[in-house]
Protein backbone atom coordinates (compact mmCIF):
# COMPACT_ATOMS: atom_id res chain seq x y z
CA UNK A 1 0.00 0.00 0.00
CA UNK A 2 3.17 2.24 0.20
CA UNK A 3 2.37 4.63 -2.13
CA UNK A 4 5.94 5.09 -3.72
CA UNK A 5 6.07 1.12 -4.87
CA UNK A 6 2.79 0.79 -5.36
CA UNK A 7 3.03 1.05 -8.59
CA UNK A 8 5.61 -1.53 -9.10
CA UNK A 9 4.66 -3.65 -6.23
CA UNK A 10 1.45 -4.40 -6.85
CA UNK A 11 1.32 -6.14 -10.63
CA UNK A 12 3.88 -8.04 -8.93
CA UNK A 13 1.45 -9.56 -5.97
CA UNK A 14 -0.94 -9.84 -8.67
CA UNK A 15 0.56 -12.41 -10.41
CA UNK A 16 2.47 -14.03 -7.36
CA UNK A 17 -0.38 -14.20 -4.29
CA UNK A 18 -4.35 -13.44 -3.69
CA UNK A 19 -4.88 -9.97 -3.51
CA UNK A 20 -8.17 -8.75 -1.80
CA UNK A 21 -10.22 -6.74 -4.40
CA UNK A 22 -10.21 -3.85 -1.83
CA UNK A 23 -6.33 -3.37 -2.58
CA UNK A 24 -6.01 -2.59 -6.11
CA UNK A 25 -8.54 0.62 -5.69
CA UNK A 26 -6.86 1.55 -2.49
CA UNK A 27 -3.60 1.96 -3.84
CA UNK A 28 -4.05 3.42 -6.68
CA UNK A 29 -6.17 6.15 -4.93
CA UNK A 30 -3.38 5.90 -2.41
CA UNK A 31 -0.74 6.76 -5.65
CA UNK A 32 -2.70 9.42 -7.11
CA UNK A 33 -3.48 11.51 -3.88
CA UNK A 34 0.46 11.20 -3.19
CA UNK A 35 1.16 12.69 -6.91
CA UNK A 36 -1.83 15.42 -6.31
CA UNK A 37 0.42 16.33 -3.08
CA UNK A 38 3.34 16.56 -4.41
CA UNK A 39 2.88 17.68 -7.72
CA UNK A 40 1.13 21.15 -5.60
CA UNK A 41 4.36 21.04 -3.34
CA UNK A 42 6.08 21.29 -6.38
CA UNK A 43 4.46 23.98 -8.33
CA UNK A 44 4.38 26.37 -5.26
CA UNK A 45 8.02 26.16 -4.60
CA UNK A 46 9.03 26.43 -8.27
CA UNK A 47 6.84 29.83 -7.99
CA UNK A 48 8.62 30.72 -5.09
CA UNK A 49 11.61 29.79 -6.15
CA UNK A 50 11.49 31.76 -9.99
CA UNK A 51 11.23 35.06 -7.79
CA UNK A 52 14.20 34.08 -5.56
CA UNK A 53 16.71 33.76 -8.33
CA UNK A 54 20.26 33.83 -7.25
CA UNK A 55 19.48 32.03 -3.93
CA UNK A 56 19.61 28.15 -3.33
CA UNK A 57 16.68 27.71 -1.50
CA UNK A 58 16.88 25.61 2.47
CA UNK A 59 15.00 22.40 2.35
CA UNK A 60 13.70 24.45 5.23
CA UNK A 61 12.17 27.02 3.47
CA UNK A 62 10.95 24.49 0.34
CA UNK A 63 8.95 22.94 3.73
CA UNK A 64 7.34 25.91 4.59
CA UNK A 65 6.62 27.00 0.75
CA UNK A 66 4.59 23.50 0.33
CA UNK A 67 2.94 23.83 3.48
CA UNK A 68 1.77 28.16 2.46
CA UNK A 69 -1.53 28.00 1.52
Do not use: D, H, N, Q
Amino acid sequence: MFPLTSSSVLPLRLLLAEVAPWEVPLALALLAGVIWVLRRAAGKIFALGMLMYGKEPTIREMWRWAREE
